[in-house]
């Protein structure tokens, strides 16, 4: 059973701040929000029945609305402390969640779960989960929603990608991003909201 690839999604401000008080600071990005859903939920296949899954700390999910928890059509994975060893071997009904302790954990649940069907693998959030995510060789990519926007926050982004370069990774162009996210991506960003934003990809150097 292989590694699936691990792809970080994070939006952050000009100094990758990206939480406040367990909340996200800025308020409606609609836009970007659909963004979010549509590339964590879009599969590289025509199957019907294959999953992405996303995997996320406690806290991120406890910010969620319940209305909208767990997110629809994707494989939710909850990081926490209190969960079981091992978790459940088969996949849970469609408005549950899987618990599971450690981000290691998270990544052979969802390699099981998508051994056969080629889903991704997303991270996204919180500050904790992401700095753990970085640190396990199968972190692949940040898709980051850089914001041209400072606002107060409390939580940041483990890894600096202000401008166009990162020790150890490398900004991609607007066509290889649209290329994998099967994305239209607008030439020098968009506006929402009074805030100004751009979609990025950064892959890792090896």
């Keep these: ?3 699936p690839e691990l792809t970080l999604i994070v939006a952050a401000t000009r100094s ?3 939480g406040f008080q367990g909340t996200m600071p800025w308020k409606g990005l609609k836009k970007e929000m659909q963004y979010f859903a549509r590339v964590t939920t ?3 296949t025509s199957s019907q029945t294959i999953q992405n899954a996303v995997i996320m700390g406690r806290k991120t999910w406890d910010s969620i609305p319940p209305k909208f928890r767990p997110l629809k059509n994707r494989l939710n994975i909850v990081i926490t402390r209190s969960a079981p060893a091992h978790p459940p071997s088969s996949p849970p009904p469609a408005d549950a969640e899987v618990r599971v302790p450690s981000v290691e954990a998270a990544l052979r649940y969802a390699a099981e779960a998508n051994s056969s069907s080629g889903g991704r693998v997303f991270v996204m959030g919180g500050a904790q989960i992401y700095e753990a995510a970085l640190r396990h060789p199968s972190a692949k990519r940040v898709l ?4 041209d ?5 409390d939580t940041v ?6 401008g166009d370069k990162a020790e150890g990774w490398e900004k991609k162009s607007r066509e290889e991003l649209q290329a994998w996210t099967g994305e239209e991506i ?4 968009q506006e ?3 805030i100004k934003y751009e979609f990025q990809m950064w892959e890792k150097k090896y």
């Excluded at 926007?149 to 926050?153: P, S, T």
């Excluded at 982004?157 to 202000?162: G, N, Q, S």
């Excluded at 607008?186 to 960003?189: A, C, I, S």
Aim: glycine share 12%; charged share 25%.
């Design 157 to 162: 982004f483990p890894l600096d990608l202000t």
């Design 144 to 147: 980051l929603t850089s914001l």
């Design 42 to 44: 879009r599969v590289p």
């Design 1 to 3: 059973m292989t590694t």
């Design 192 to 194: 929402e909201a009074g």
């Design 186 to 189: 607008e030439e020098g960003g």
């Design 16 to 18: 990758m701040g990206i």
């Design 149 to 153: 926007a400072d606002f107060e926050c």
